[in-house]
Every structure is written in structure tokens, then in C-alpha cells.
């Protein structure tokens, strides 16, 4: 079963409009039985390719999950890279910055995070926060430090924008390789999860009174998503819209989405030298 995942991807200057963008498509899988078959298989593929990754030492991998609340990116993560050796794969969650951070440029923070050649680096939200949230909440910007000349929001988006693109480039020119995920869940099927996270006990944990007050601001977080979106979708680090109402669908598609990345990087375990070589069948005689 193939995916096509250009039909997920956002093209380099395209302007977004998500209401275009589906929430749910046909399922890619036939039956509950086929989807397992088909997960644990893309998951034994990922693992055999970040132990290649690990072993050519040449390229990391940086995943960033943004979404609004219950669009299942925990899920999504813990099911897909489920058969990869933690060594090789590290997940980070950025939160309110602490105030040290805020005593430094808002990409410092997730700067120290970025994956060394080898690994993959998982970031579940990401230093995009400060062009979502900060954008929708525009007090958190004036409570940054900033200076007044820099809190203009006529250009401060804009500006942030260019700063993320120039680190992304900066990254994929020194061997990193970016995927961007926006889990793209509808208003209505947000609902059905935050009832079914306080109607289950084992979910109550999960629900936060603070969601139901982010969930006041949907129109402004797809507007800040779309300007976002469009703004920095590049050849070299694209966003992916996945349609989320079906978390099953979302996790087959991004698992392809990542498969596909890994074998365009034309990996090879290195080559043993012929002196190598000789060493290791002079050890194995003694063996």
C-alpha cells in the first residue's frame, strides 16, 4: 500500500488556507487487522534505517509535532518510533520558557535540543510556539523583554519568520534534515476527544481546564497556523498538513512520510579498509 505524501506536503510559497486542507481522508488501510500489519512493518523499517543512520554518522534527523490540544501528537510519537533504539532517537517538549530562557533570542532555548549527526531529534511542539501562541496571546511577547522597537507585531511575525527559515537552512546545509508535521484536527472531533478524556477515568489526567480556554481561540490559532504555514514551508524543511480526525490514518501517513525522507538520503554503512580488514581475520584466528 503506497501513500502519496505530496498530497500532504506544502509547497515553497504556497499560501495556506487550512479551512482547503482536509481534516480526515480515506483510510489507507483496509481493516484494524491491516493497519497493526502495516504500522509494525514501517516501524521495523525505521529501525533498521536509524541504525544505518547511526552507523554512517552523517546526517541527523529533526521531527517537529505542532497541532492544537488532543490532535494525538504524543500518540502519533509513540507508536511510530516505538521499534527505534532510544540511543538513537531523543523527544523534547517545549512548554512556558523559564526565565533564564527568556534572558535569551527565543530560538536559544531549542537550540540546545537539535540532534547530533546520527540521531533523530523529536521535537513535540517546537520554537514554532513563538509565532502560535505568542501570536495569539500578544501578551506573552511584551512580558519577553524585548525591547519596545522590537514588539512592533507589523514586523515582528515577519522577522521571526526570516530567523526561522535562515536556522533551518543553516541546519540542512550542516547535515540536518527537518520534517514538520501539523496535525490537522477539526473543531468537532476536538470536542469528541476532550469528552472522552473526562467521561474516562484513565483519561482524566490527560484534560486541563487550560485547553477548554485555548479552544476559545481557534479562529486565531488557524489564522497564526495558515500565516505560519506559508511563511515557512521551504524545499528544504516543508511542512506536512496530516488530516488528524483518524489517528490511525495520521500515523501510517507520517511514518511514510519519515520512510521516504531516510531512503532519499542514499545511506551506506561505512566501508571496512583493507588494513581493517586484515586486522579482523588476524583477531578472528585467535579466536
Known amino acids: 500500500?503506497?501513500?502519496?505524501?505530496?498530497?500532504?506536503?506544502?509547497?515553497?510559497?504556497?499560501?495556506?488556507?487550512?479551512?482547503?486542507?482536509?481534516?480526515?481522508?480515506?483510510?489507507?488501510?483496509?481493516?484494524?487487522?491491516?493497519?497493526?500489519?502495516?504500522?509494525?512493518e514501517q516501524v521495523e523499517e525505521l529501525s533498521s534505517l536509524q541504525r544505518l543512520q547511526y552507523a554512517s554518522n552523517q546526517y541527523a534527523v529533526l521531527l517537529i509535532f505542532q497541532a492544537m490540544d488532543a490532535a494525538g501528537k504524543d500518540g502519533a510519537i509513540r507508536h511510530i518510533m516505538s521499534g527505534v533504539n532510544p540511543q538513537g532517537c531523543q523527544v523534547f517538549s517545549f512548554k512556558h520558557p523559564s526565565a533564564m530562557e527568556l534572558e535569551h533570542d527565543f530560538l536559544w532555548r531549542t537550540s540546545q535540543c537539535l540532534p547530533e549527526r546520527g540521531r533523530i531529534g523529536i521535537f513535540n511542539r517546537s520554537y514554532y510556539e513563538e509565532v502560535l501562541i505568542v501570536r495569539v496571546h500578544p501578551e506573552i511577547l511584551r512580558s519577553q523583554g524585548l525591547p519596545d522597537p522590537l514588539l512592533d507585531e507589523k514586523t515582528v511575525w515577519k522577522e521571526r519568520y526570516r530567523s526561522i527559515a535562515d536556522l533551518e537552512e543553516h541546519l540542512h546545509r550542516n547535515g540536518t534534515r527537518i520534517l514538520k508535521?501539523?496535525?490537522?484536527?477539526?473543531?468537532?472531533?476536538?470536542?469528541?476527544?476532550?469528552?472522552?478524556?473526562?467521561?474516562d477515568p484513565e483519561k482524566n489526567w490527560k484534560f486541563s481546564p487550560a485547553d477548554i480556554e485555548e479552544r476559545k481561540f481557534?479562529?486565531?490559532?488557524m489564522l497564526a497556523y495558515e500565516a505560519c504555514l506559508s511563511a515557512t514551508s521551504t524545499k528544504n524543511a516543508p511542512w506536512y498538513i496530516v488530516p488528524a480526525d483518524?489517528?490511525?490514518?495520521t500515523r501510517l501517513i507520517i511514518s511514510q512520510i519519515i520512510l521516504d525522507t531516510f531512503n532519499?538520503?542514499?545511506?551506506?554503512?561505512?566501508e571496512t579498509s583493507e588494513k581493517c580488514r586484515q586486522e579482523l581475520e588476524s583477531i578472528r584466528k585467535q579466536l
Do not use: A, C
Open 1 to 40: 500500500m503506497k501513500i502519496e505524501i505530496n498530497n500532504f506536503r506544502v509547497q515553497e510559497g504556497e499560501k495556506v488556507k487550512l479551512e482547503k486542507w482536509p481534516t480526515q481522508v480515506k483510510k489507507v488501510y483496509s481493516s484494524k487487522k491491516k493497519y497493526h500489519k502495516h504500522l509494525k
Open 181 to 199: 508535521f501539523f496535525l490537522h484536527l477539526s473543531w468537532e472531533e476536538q470536542r469528541k476527544r476532550f469528552i472522552d478524556r473526562i467521561d
Open 218 to 221: 481557534w479562529k486565531q490559532y
Open 246 to 249: 483518524n489517528k490511525k490514518n
Open 264 to 270: 532519499s538520503l542514499n545511506m551506506h554503512y561505512p
